[in-house]
């Protein structure tokens, strides 16, 4: 439990914090999500506009510290490889 005033301000900001990272993660992830969808469902065009919509927030997320560079650069490129790979 903090106990000094500088903990008890450090437990604050990390709540807020928290709530700010896991919104922003969930909302890289539903971007994720729909270039999946748009993949399974075969629509390359719609695949490659999600694609394009996911990229920015997903680098968004490296720069505010939620993912790690190359996480993200690796979930970029497996997805265009197989937006790319679709007929």
């Known amino acids: 439990m903090a106990n000094s005033p500088q ?3 450090r437990a604050r ?10 919104a922003r993660r969930s909302r890289i992830r ?5 270039v999946e969808e748009a993949i399974a469902s ?12 996911a990229q920015p927030e997903l680098m968004r997320g490296v720069t ?3 993912f ?3 996480t993200a650069s690796r979930k ?3 997805l265009s490889s197989r ?5």
């Open 7 to 9: 903990s008890k301000k």
């Open 13 to 22: 900001q990390n709540e807020k914090r928290f709530a700010v990272n896991k």
């Open 30 to 34: 539903t971007y994720l999500r729909k």
């Open 42 to 53: 075969g629509d390359k065009g719609a695949a490659a506009t999600a694609l394009k919509a």
């Open 64 to 66: 505010k510290g939620v």
């Open 68 to 70: 790690h560079k190359n």
């Open 76 to 78: 970029m490129s497996r």
């Open 83 to 87: 937006v790319k790979a679709m007929a």
